[in-house]
Antibody
Framework: QAQLVQSGAEVKKPGASVKVSCKAS????????MHWVRQAPGQGLEWMAI????????NYAQKFQGRVTVTRDTSTSTVYMELSSLRSEDTAVYYC????????????????WGQGTMVTVSS | DIQMTQSPTTLSASVGDRVTITCRAS??????LAWYQQKPGKAPELLIY???TLETGVPSRFGGSGSGTEFTLTISSLQPDDFATYYC????????FGQGTKVEIK
């Protein structure tokens, strides 16, 4: 069955960068778009980015433009999300999530989620 | 940017109640609306996509309807496992979530 396993918790100082990984298994990695979503403590869900693992194209929420970079490694079926210039407001759980599809029809919805990676930004 | 507004923010209900959560889009989004359930400390789980299609394995007491700008998630008979927070979500080049509706025990 499809599974996404994320890297472990991180503690970073303000101004630093963090890179979170998301390893996919149980399905054809290049056939499904991958998204990144974050959730600050006690808050709602916030969409950050999308990558097409097949071609590598990306799109980022305007809020994170210039600070977020999403990449993929097809040899290891892994997607990476790097967020730079960290500030305390970036303290959150970061999730990768696969976009579901039926054949060539995308669902625009996320059917498989990673377990989440807690990123704490503190001096 | 499209904004998604859920109501209510909090809902108090009892086991067996019929529960309805509404999600409104700031502009028409066709039928591209999904619903998720999230429990504390867990990742969200997909319940419904394309406004009304039930994800595999989701109990039939969950139902979705709507199109355009107004959508509804209905739980026909609330079960103990259903006390959680629910989010609506839309994606079209950019993603957006509603602010969430917490369903708590009355």
């Amino acid at each position: 069955q499809a599974q996404l396993v994320q890297s472990g918790a991180e503690v970073k100082k303000p101004g630093a960068s963090v890179k979170v990984s998301c390893k996919a298994s149980g399905y054809m990695f290049t056939a499904f778009f991958m998204h990144w979503v974050r959730q600050a403590p006690g808050q709602g869900l916030e969409w950050m980015a999308i990558i097409n693992p097949g071609g590598g194209s990306t799109n980022y929420a305007q809020k994170f433009q210039g600070r977020v970079t999403v990449t993929r490694d097809t040899s290891t079926s892994t997607v990476y999300m790097e967020l730079s210039s960290l500030r305390s407001e970036d303290t959150a759980v970061y999730y990768c999530a696969r976009e579901g599809s039926t054949g060539a029809t995308r669902w625009n919805a996320f059917d498989v989620w990673g377990q989440g990676t807690m990123v704490t930004v503190s001096s | 940017d499209i904004q998604m507004t859920q109501s209510p923010t909090t809902l108090s209900a009892s086991v067996g109640d019929r529960v309805t959560i509404t999600c409104r889009a700031s502009q028409t989004i066709g039928g591209w609306l999904a619903w998720y359930q999230q429990k504390p400390g867990k990742a969200p789980e997909l319940l419904i996509y394309k406004a009304s299609t039930l994800e595999t394995g989701v109990p039939s007491r969950f139902g979705g309807s709507g199109s355009g700008t107004e959508f509804t998630l209905t739980i026909s008979s609330l079960q103990p496992d259903d006390f959680a927070t629910y989010y609506c979500q839309h994606f079209n080049f950019y993603g957006t979530f509603g602010q969430g509706t917490k369903v708590e025990i009355k």
